[in-house]
C-alpha cells in the first residue's frame, strides 16, 4: 500500500519563496522517483519537476528551471519542492507523483506514475 501526501501549499506573494513536501509510504527501491505536477484551471497538467527518491538525476521544466529546486531526503522517505521567485504563472494546484519502473511514457508525464497526492494549492499574489 502506498500512500503519497503533500504538504506546504498556501499565498505567498509574488517574488516569494514557498516550499513543498511530499512523503512517500511503502514505496522503497534505489530507482523509485518523485514528481512535480501543476494544473491550472482550464489547462492539462503540467510537468514541474522530477528526482530519483534517493537523490540525484533530476530534470526541471524550462518554465520553473533556475528558480525552483527538486531534493529528497532519503531517510525521510521525502521529496522537497523548493520555489523561489514566483511568478504569476505559477499558481495553480500542486500534485505529487511517485512510482518505480517502469514509467509509462517516460518520467515526465503524467502517465509514468501510478502513485499520487491529493494536490496542495499554490497561490501567488501581487
Known amino acids: 500500500q502506498v500512500h503519497v501526501v503533500e504538504s506546504g501549499g498556501g499565498l505567498v506573494q509574488a517574488g516569494g519563496s514557498l516550499r513543498l513536501s511530499c512523503a512517500a509510504s511503502?514505496?522503497?527501491?534505489?530507482?523509485?522517483?518523485g514528481g512535480w505536477f501543476r494544473q491550472a484551471p482550464g489547462k492539462e497538467r503540467e510537468f514541474v519537476a522530477t528526482?530519483?527518491?534517493?537523490?540525484?538525476?533530476?530534470d526541471y521544466a524550462d518554465s520553473v528551471k533556475g528558480r525552483f529546486t527538486i531534493s529528497a531526503d532519503t531517510a525521510k522517505n521525502t521529496v522537497y519542492l523548493q520555489m523561489n521567485s514566483l511568478k504569476p504563472e505559477d499558481p495553480a494546484l500542486y500534485y505529487c507523483?511517485?512510482?518505480?519502473?517502469?514509467?509509462?511514457?517516460?518520467?515526465?508525464?503524467?502517465?509514468?506514475?501510478?502513485?499520487w497526492g491529493q494536490g496542495t494549492q499554490v497561490t501567488v499574489s501581487s
Open positions: 507523483a511517485a512510482d518505480r519502473p517502469p514509467f509509462n511514457g517516460g518520467y515526465i508525464y503524467p502517465s509514468g506514475y501510478d502513485y
Open positions: 528526482i530519483l527518491r534517493n537523490g540525484g538525476s533530476t
Open positions: 511503502g514505496l522503497t527501491c534505489n530507482r523509485c522517483r
